[in-house]
T-cell receptor, first 114, second 111 residues
Framework: EAGVAQSPRYKIIEKRQSVAFWCNPISGHATLYWYQQILGQGPKLLIQFQNNGVVDDSQLPKDRFSAERLKGVDSTLKIQPAKLEDSAVYLC????????????FGSGTRLTVV | DAKTTQPTSMDCAEGRAANLPCNHSTISGNEYVYWYRQIHSQGPQYIIHGLKNNETNEMASLIITEDRKSSTLILPHATLRDTAVYYCIVRVAAAGNKLTFGGGTRVLVKP
């Protein structure tokens, strides 16, 4: 099966600019996650979707971050305006809605804010 | 989800078994132990998971102590491509339940 696709692979922006990341999960996976991974740390969950509804966005900085999942398939994560501390890898993962089923992660988008 | 404690880093020799420990002394009865690894510049990759019994698949073996307060991931014949950060995670295996990552163990396989 095809994996989780993410784009772009790399992005460099200036602070206060906006940026968007795109994720295409594995076909049929109902659950989609966005994680932020700062260099040297483990991934931190930002938001979780079940189909096109938000299940958990408690760690999402809602003053600058937003995310949507159109038609329960693709998802976009946006940052506006970006801060220096947003420099990180943004990982998308998807999962079947089944007990004991693991996650499949994409390769991530590396964001550098200068 | 229960917290886990892993060594920050460890080295192992190519071709030898790598034993990665994880402590999860506050694990609940309905929480599973999951292992993921993250190779440089890639997303985390699922390795194995278990509840009580030892588990084995094509990638690794998972040994869980009888009291379930600790576990060991075993890579039977480490290769250079096994160099990665390994994460031990405990979570309830409910559909849609999130994964919470700690710092993991940075494993360096040396020739």
């Amino acid at each position: 099966e095809a994996g989780v696709a993410q784009s772009p692979r790399y992005k460099i922006i200036e602070k206060r600019q906006s940026v968007a990341f795109w994720c295409n999960p594995i076909s049929g996976h109902a659950t989609l996650y966005w994680y932020q991974q700062i260099l040297g740390q483990g991934p931190k969950l930002l938001i979780q979707f079940q189909n096109n509804g938000v299940v958990d966005d408690s760690q999402l900085p809602k003053d600058r971050f937003s995310a949507e999942r159109l038609k329960g398939v693709d998802s976009t994560l946006k940052i506006q305006p970006a801060k220096l501390e947003d420099s990180a890898v943004y990982l998308c993962a998807s999962s079947l809605d089944r007990v004991n089923y693991g996650y499949t992660f994409g390769s991530g988008t590396r964001l550098t804010v200068v | 989800d229960a917290k886990t404690t892993q060594p920050t880093s460890m080295d192992c020799a190519e071709g030898r078994a790598a034993n990665l420990p994880c402590n999860h002394s506050t694990i609940s009865g309905n929480e599973y132990v999951y292992w993921y690894r993250q190779i440089h510049s890639q997303g985390p990759q699922y390795i194995i998971h278990g509840l009580k019994n030892n588990e084995t698949n094509e990638m690794a073996s998972l040994i869980i102590t009888e009291d379930r307060k600790s576990s060991t991931l075993i890579l039977p014949h480490a290769t250079l491509r096994d160099t990665a950060v390994y994460y031990c995670i405990v979570r309830v295996a409910a559909a849609g339940n999130k994964l919470t990552f700690g710092g993991g163990t940075r494993v360096l396989v040396k020739p």
